[in-house]
Each structure stands twice: as C-alpha cells, then as structure tokens.
C-alpha cells in the first residue's frame, strides 16, 4: 500500500479538526523526511524544539533546534538485547538539556513545535514526559513517534486531540464499492466504457482508488463494465436491480460478508466522475483512518460533493436506506459530523450525465491538468 505524501497528510490533517500532528512507524517507515517536508510548511527555518539522532554503535544525541546545544541522551551497550534498543539512556541528560529546551519551545514565538523523535529512550525519564505533555498544552505539535509496545507512546498516539498517521497501514482497513449500476440513458448508452482522452470513464475511477483500500468492488448491470474490472482483477458484482439503494446495499454487503474481517469505513465512488484526483481519494482515506468517526468527502470552496467514505457506524442506515435514495440520506441525517476535503478544482467534483458533459470535461482537463 503506497504511503501518502506531505501534500495528503496535511490537507487530511487540516480538515480533521485535530490539535497535534504525529508520524509512527517503523524503522525506515520514513518518519523524518515526512517530518521534515511537513516542517517546511509551517515555518521557513528550524521550528522550536528538540532533534534526535544516532551515532550507530556509539549513542543516540539530542539536539535543541535554534541554540544547536546537544547531549548523548543513550549509549551504546552491546551486553543489551538486540537488535533494537541497544542504547542505555541517560536520564540526567534528558533532564537537563531536554526538559529545559522543550520548556523553551513551548515559550517560543509562533504557533508550533517539533519533537524528532520520541521512542523508549525518551519513556525512560518521568520528567522529559512531563515536559513534552506540557509542551502540547502550549503549542501544536509535529512529532515523529518511534512505533514501539510502550504505554506513554501507544497514549500519546491515542490522544482524541492528535492526528496520528501510521506509515505502516496509514488508510487503515477500509473499503471502496465503485458505484457503475447506472443505465446512462441520457448519455444515449455505453457511458461507463465512454472514453476521455483515450481511457473508459471507469478506469479513471479505477486508477484512483486501486491500491488504498483493504477490499474493493465494483456494483453494475453492465456486463463489458464487469468484463473490464475482472480483466484487471476487481471484484465485481453484478446485478439487474433497480434502484440506486439497491448498489449500496450490494457492494456493502460484498465487502461486509460473514468470515470478512471488520472495516472502520467504505469509500462510495462514482464510476462517472473522471477528473476526481486520486490524491483526493487518499487524503479521504487518511482522514477516515487517522480521525475516525466522522463522514468525509471533497468539496469545491464550500460546495460537498463526492465520492463519500462512510465510517462503520452508519453501515446499518446504508444497509437500510429506502427505496430509491442513495448514501446522501444518511449525510443528511448527521450534518455536523461532516468533514471536507478541498478539492483541486470543480471538475473534480463533476459527473458525467450526457455526452455534452463529456465534452466539457474534456476541456477542463485541458485546463487544470496539463
């Protein structure tokens, strides 16, 4: 599963609502470049606060950003079980560079700090912990977390005000039902194999949703629409139901089914929505997966529109919804639990009803993706 960039964490994070933002993961996950790149968005030099790093087979130093002061803050001891956390730790280090600088952070000018990065070594002083947890009561936090079974990490990641992105599963389980059940009459038939700039309208929406999701499957009554999907290895169902409720129920229930391990959330996608960006769809799935619990969707200055991902706790409204609606009745329902992700531009967010629309796409892809 490819792990999200700078540009996704923070629009997901962004329109979370959380205070703190921190990266976890494992070794070579990638936590400081994406640190370092999201640090770069918030100040043009060194935010306040403190820096990790090791000197492999010697110790571990920390640094205060701004002053350069530093301290061996671990030292290597081969006698400790490898081949992680072969670093003692030096308490008094942590307490009187640490504790002081993270103090100074906090006092800082500006709205941020940063802390790179926080792992066992650190769980070992009570006092740099307390000072750290201060820390985020003063000022938002960009920290890199060292992915370890330790209860002041696995809490700090927890927080209900910290948005966490885990680089190893960072769109946690969800799944996607590409909604392709339309008949298309007012485009005059064959909508979903109609192509923009040489591709079927439903290989775009294809490309961008392939390689997020734990499970993923495509509703239709076309029988090519099904023949393109399983040629590429996505599961289709295929059904001659009428009603929009109909796709909804189906593809949920496909990805839902007795023995199916649980998801937190499902993507509804329109197969008819070309320009929809699939930087878009991942920054969906990260805020679903990092801040679980509300409704996400992409909007265009203020205007909602789709593909929606749902969290698990609406699956039994959508398994029932009425005749003929679709997953809007259930965002109705819950307005204030609604978050939105800025789209790239309008054309994102249109569909393709009649073979004029194409056409205006067409141009619109012209002008906002060349």
């Given at each position: 599963?490819?792990?999200?960039?700078?540009?996704?964490?923070?629009?997901?994070?962004?329109?979370?609502?959380?205070?703190?933002?921190?990266?976890?993961?494992?070794?070579?996950?990638?936590?400081?470049?994406?640190?370092?790149?999201?640090?770069?968005?918030?100040?043009?030099?060194?935010?306040?606060?403190?820096?990790?790093?090791?000197?492999?087979?010697?110790?571990?130093?920390?640094?205060?950003?701004?002053?350069?002061?530093?301290?061996?803050?671990?030292?290597?001891?081969?006698?400790?079980?490898?081949?992680?956390?072969?670093?003692?730790?030096?308490?008094?280090?942590?307490?009187?560079?640490?504790?002081?600088?993270?103090?100074?952070?906090?006092?800082?000018?500006?709205?941020?700090?940063?802390?790179?990065?926080?792992?066992?070594?650190?769980?070992?002083?009570?006092?740099?912990?307390?000072?750290?947890?201060?820390?985020?009561?003063?000022?938002?936090?960009?920290?890199?977390?060292?992915?370890?079974?330790?209860?002041?990490?696995?809490?700090?990641?927890?927080?209900?005000?910290?948005?966490?992105?885990?680089?190893?599963?960072?769109?946690?389980?969800?799944?996607?039902?590409?909604?392709?059940?339309?008949?298309?009459?007012?485009?005059?038939?064959?909508?979903?194999?109609?192509?923009?700039?040489?591709?079927?309208?439903?290989?775009?929406?294809?490309?961008?949703?392939?390689?997020?999701?734990a499970r993923r499957v495509v509703v239709t009554r076309?029988?090519?629409?099904?023949?393109?999907?399983?040629?590429?290895?996505?599961?289709?169902?295929l059904h001659d139901l009428p009603s929009r409720s109909?796709?909804?129920?189906?593809?949920?229930?496909?990805?839902?089914?007795?023995?199916?391990?649980?998801?937190?959330?499902?993507?509804?996608?329109?197969?008819?929505?070309?320009?929809?960006?699939?930087?878009?769809?991942?920054?969906?799935?990260?805020?679903?997966?990092?801040?679980?619990?509300?409704?996400?969707?992409?909007?265009?200055?203020?205007?909602?529109?789709?593909?929606?991902?749902?969290?698990?706790?609406?699956?039994?409204?959508?398994?029932?919804?009425?005749?003929?609606?679709?997953?809007?009745?259930?965002?109705?329902?819950?307005?204030?639990?609604?978050?939105?992700?800025?789209?790239?531009?309008?054309?994102?967010?249109?569909?393709?009803?009649?073979?004029?629309?194409?056409?205006?796409?067409?141009?619109?892809?012209?002008?906002?993706?060349?």
């Open positions: 599963m490819p792990r999200p960039d700078a540009g996704c964490i923070w629009t997901s994070f962004q329109s979370s609502g959380k205070r703190h933002l921190l990266l976890t993961g494992g070794r070579g996950s990638g936590k400081t470049t994406l640190r370092n790149a999201l640090a770069a968005r918030l100040a043009e030099g060194p935010l306040p606060g403190v820096t990790t790093w090791a000197e492999p087979g010697r110790e571990v130093r920390l640094r205060e950003n701004g002053s350069g002061a530093w301290a061996a803050v671990g030292v290597f001891d081969p006698g400790l079980p490898g081949p992680e956390n072969r670093m003692r730790p030096v308490e008094k280090a942590f307490r009187t560079l640490g504790v002081p600088a993270l103090a100074r952070a906090g006092a800082a000018a500006g709205e941020w700090a940063s802390v790179d990065e926080v792992g066992y070594l650190e769980t070992t002083c009570p006092d740099y912990c307390a000072a750290l947890l201060a820390l985020m009561e003063r000022k938002r936090l960009l920290a890199a977390v060292r992915k370890q079974d330790l209860s002041f990490l696995q809490a700090l990641c927890q927080r209900p005000d910290v948005f966490c992105v885990d680089l190893d599963a960072p769109y946690g389980r969800l799944g996607c039902v590409i909604m392709a059940s339309g008949l298309g009459k007012r485009f005059g038939g064959g909508k979903l194999l109609a192509e923009l700039h040489g591709k079927p309208l439903l290989q775009y929406a294809l490309d961008a949703t392939g390689g997020l999701f076309d029988l090519a629409a099904a023949a393109l999907c399983q040629a590429q290895g996505v599961e289709t169902v109909d796709t909804v129920r189906l593809g949920l229930a496909a990805l839902t089914a007795p023995g199916e391990p649980p998801l937190a959330g499902c993507l509804f996608c329109p197969a008819d929505q070309p320009l929809l960006r699939r930087e878009t769809v991942a920054s969906l799935a990260l805020g679903a997966a990092c801040a679980p619990g509300p409704i996400w969707r992409p909007a265009w200055q203020g205007q909602p529109g789709a593909p929606v991902l749902f969290p698990a706790w609406t699956f039994a409204e959508l398994a029932s919804l009425p005749e003929g609606q679709g997953g809007g009745a259930v965002v109705r329902r819950w307005p204030g639990r609604v978050r939105c992700i800025p789209a790239a531009c309008p054309a994102e967010l249109q569909d393709v009803d009649r073979r004029e629309d194409l056409a205006q796409l067409e141009r619109s892809a012209d002008k906002y993706y060349t």
